[in-house]
């Protein structure tokens, strides 16, 4: 059984940094794409960054030079490194893997950055 669990969330002040882990458990992941979204109140789940198996990473425009994304196969962690924070990244960041077609989420880590 897939497992993904997020930690690494928290309050941080307008340009601050937190970097987010996602360790995924019950299988090998070294050959999916992994990656992270987020939602804030009142919104969809949007995509924030992903990472494929050969390290290729995708952005989203609201993160690019701010995010990034990387990950650990032997660890089978994923990691989102998020420097310069606004408030509009407050959110709660979901880790997400797309194994064999079939999609998979983390429980949800709340980031919030006060202004």
């Known amino acids: 059984q897939v497992q993904l669990v997020e930690s690494g969330g928290g309050l941080v002040q307008v340009g601050g940094s937190l970097k987010l882990s996602c360790a995924a458990s019950?299988?090998?992941?070294?050959?999916?794409?992994m990656g992270w979204y987020r939602q804030a109140p009142g919104n969809q789940r949007e995509l924030v960054a992903l990472i494929s198996s050969q390290h290729r990473t995708n952005y989203a425009d609201s993160v690019k030079d701010r995010f990034t994304i990387s990950r650990d196969d032997g660890a089978n962690t994923v990691y989102l490194q998020m420097n310069s924070l606004k408030p509009e990244d407050t959110a709660v960041y979901y880790c997400y893997i797309n194994r064999f077609l079939k999609d998979y989420w983390g429980q949800g880590t709340q980031v919030t950055v006060s202004s």
């Open positions: 019950g299988s090998s992941f070294s050959i999916h794409t």
